[in-house]
């Protein structure tokens, strides 16, 4: 028997799927040893300092193996899975060895029986691949650490909705790849999809050619099935068991990386970069409440989400065309002031992962109905945790909606390379002077922060009092626009 030649072999590395972006830490393995993969086809999904990204390969073939297992933290440039593109089958590993130190040339085994699965209608996130010339760390992960997904899911985008599904526990060590009849029929999107809803496929009828299981039997069994009882923390190697008391169990660890990482350093960069100035306003914004409820009611907005957000978003970008000189950035090295004739809409979002600041792309030329939309779309995303790089990318103005945690006001710190960041407070009942007399009126506290090298105090008040006054008689955004 001769053995697999090497050329054959084609390793995939770790791209870059960010600008700039070092490493990554690969969350879930879509593919095993033995099976088969095309072009385009999603393999795995790591988490860079920005986002959770999947990962598409670039050639057809059979995987050989996966160097790393889940869990694992990867520099850029780094192979993290071979695949034989010359039709040969890949070495089966043993059970008890880790993906990470199986040898590069194992014994044979029988080639799998997997069904090449189609890529067809997904495209790589991809356009070129990074190379790090740094040598390859790896972070397994310790102690117990309290998973990401148990964390509140609140965005900061007025949305209280559901969080996004929980990944499979990473296990320390690759599985084998079972081969025959003794493993079902489907796609790696549909077995996605199976572990998403805790379905077993081996119960699942398949309908597909040739007794492939497809979306719709997957469905079909989840409504089929009895309810299947909540699983309990403990079942999770990842996850920590509730103490009894303060006393079984005094700390948890959580190690910092990913998002958060990246966020704690952009927000001690800036903290200690631009000087940072923080203005208040106290507003009534019961003609605003209004006419949301007229808009919702508004044919032009229907499946739109509309709410405070949406006018508030409105309301700062015809602040910005009044005073556009706010729209800009610092240029440290040039020494220069740089003004923006783009506004890149940026929301602030509490996610499992952390704070993110996806960015709505030329937010100043969108009409209001187009502008709901984009929001509705960036929500989305968020709550699915599929924001991609580029969407946090080139932003120049911020809102931040501390509201929906009932809090009246905060000073928020400016994202990094913008000048300044609105914050919206929570909206409600309170006592008002009206028309000369004491009425209980819907009211919001709004406070900006700015980047005092370049937006000077009258600037920065400017902007906020053409904000309170647009929220307080909104018919200025027909007037002002």
């Not at 069994?221 to 999770?236: I, K, L, N, Q």
Request: hydrophobic fraction near 45%; glycine fraction near 8%; charge should be negative.
């Amino acid at each position: 028997m001769t053995t697999m030649t090497e050329a054959s072999v084609r390793e995939f590395k770790m791209p870059d799927v960010g600008e700039g972006l070092t490493e990554a830490e690969i969350l879930k393995w879509y593919v095993q040893p033995g099976d088969t993969v095309t072009d385009g086809q999603v393999v795995c999904e790591v988490e860079t300092a920005k986002a959770a990204v999947e990962l598409p390969i670039p050639y057809d073939g059979v995987v050989r193996d996966l160097h790393f297992p889940e869990g694992t933290t990867v520099d850029v440039g780094t192979a993290i899975i071979s695949v034989d593109v010359g039709g040969g089958a890949a070495p089966a590993p043993a059970a008890e060895q880790p993906a990470a130190a199986q040898p590069a040339a194992a014994a044979q085994a029988a080639p799998a029986e997997e069904p090449k699965a189609a890529g067809s209608g997904r495209q790589p996130v991809l356009v070129g691949y990074g190379v790090a010339t740094s040598s390859t760390r790896r972070r397994p992960r310790k102690g117990p650490e309290v998973p990401v997904q148990q964390a509140s899911t609140a965005i900061q985008t007025e949305l209280n909705g559901h969080a996004p599904t929980a990944p499979e526990p990473a296990p320390a060590a690759a599985r084998p790849a079972p081969a025959g009849p003794d493993r079902p029929l489907a796609k790696p999107p549909v077995r996605k999809l199976a572990k998403d809803l805790g379905v077993d496929l081996t119960t699942v009828v398949p309908t597909g050619p040739d007794g492939i299981i497809t979306r719709e039997d997957v469905h079909a069994a989840v409504a089929a099935a009895p309810a299947a009882p909540e699983p309990s923390v403990a079942s999770a190697p990842a996850a920590a068991p509730a103490p009894a008391s303060y006393d079984t169990a005094r700390e948890t660890r959580i190690p910092v990386k990913g998002v958060r990482k990246a966020t704690a350093a952009a927000m001690v960069g800036s903290a200690f970069t631009a000087p940072h100035v923080t203005e208040f306003v106290t507003v009534d914004v019961t003609r605003t409440m209004k006419l949301v409820e007229e808009l919702k009611a508004d044919k032009e907005f229907a499946g739109l989400r509309v709410n405070p957000l949406l006018l508030i978003a409105k309301a700062l970008l015809v602040a910005i065309r009044r005073n556009p000189d706010v729209n800009a950035s610092w240029d440290e090295a040039a020494q220069e002031i740089v003004v923006k004739h783009y506004v890149n809409l940026g929301i602030a979002a509490a996610t499992p992962r952390g704070l993110i600041v996806p960015n709505i792309k030329d937010a100043h030329a969108k009409t209001l109905p187009q502008l709901a939309e984009s929001l509705g779309e960036l929500v989305s995303t968020a709550r699915d945790g599929k924001t991609s790089p580029a969407a946090m990318q080139g932003g120049t103005v911020t809102i931040t909606n501390v509201g929906v945690f009932g809090v009246d006001t905060g000073t928020p710190i400016l994202n990094p390379g913008e000048s300044a960041i609105l914050a919206v407070g929570a909206i409600k009942p309170q006592p008002w002077v009206h028309k000369g007399k004491v009425k209980p009126r819907q009211v919001t506290t709004l406070a900006l922060s700015f980047d005092h090298r370049l937006v000077d105090g009258e600037l920065g008040s400017k902007v906020l009092a053409d904000v309170a006054a647009i929220l307080e008689q909104p018919k200025r955004l027909i007037t002002w626009a």
